[in-house]
């Protein structure tokens, strides 16, 4: 059984930036495609941020430019360094797992999640 485990979050200022981690066990997950989601109350789950196995990413528009995401196969951890945050970053981040190798936007293609980390930023 694939665990995740997410880290990192907190209450930051606006322009701040944070760095989220994703700490898996169970099974080593290199060759998995990894993704940040983040769910605002009363919507989906929208990606954030995704990395291939070969390392290929893709990001959210809105965050293009001041997300980063990263993984450490050594560590089995992904990261989401999160700079110039603003007061619409204020929500709860997923960690999650994907048993392909493809760029997938979508929540339905991911397999294992975190539980979750709040971020709030104050204006």
């Known amino acids: 059984q694939v665990q995740l485990v997410e880290s990192g979050g907190g209450l930051v200022q606006a322009g701040c930036s944070l760095r989220l981690s994703c700490a898996a066990s169970?099974?080593?997950?290199?060759?998995?495609?990894m993704g940040w989601f983040r769910q605002v109350p009363g919507k989906q789950r929208e990606l954030v941020a995704g990395i291939t196995r070969g390392g290929s990413t893709n990001y959210a528009d809105s965050v293009k430019g001041r997300f980063t995401i990263s993984r450490d196969n050594a560590k089995n951890t992904v990261y989401l360094q999160m700079n110039s945050l603003e007061p619409e970053d204020k929500v709860v981040y997923y960690c999650a797992a994907a048993r392909g190798s493809a760029s997938y936007i979508g929540a339905r293609w991911y397999d294992y999640w975190g539980q979750g980390t709040q971020v709030t930023v104050s204006s």
């Open positions: 169970g099974r080593t997950l290199s060759t998995w495609t």
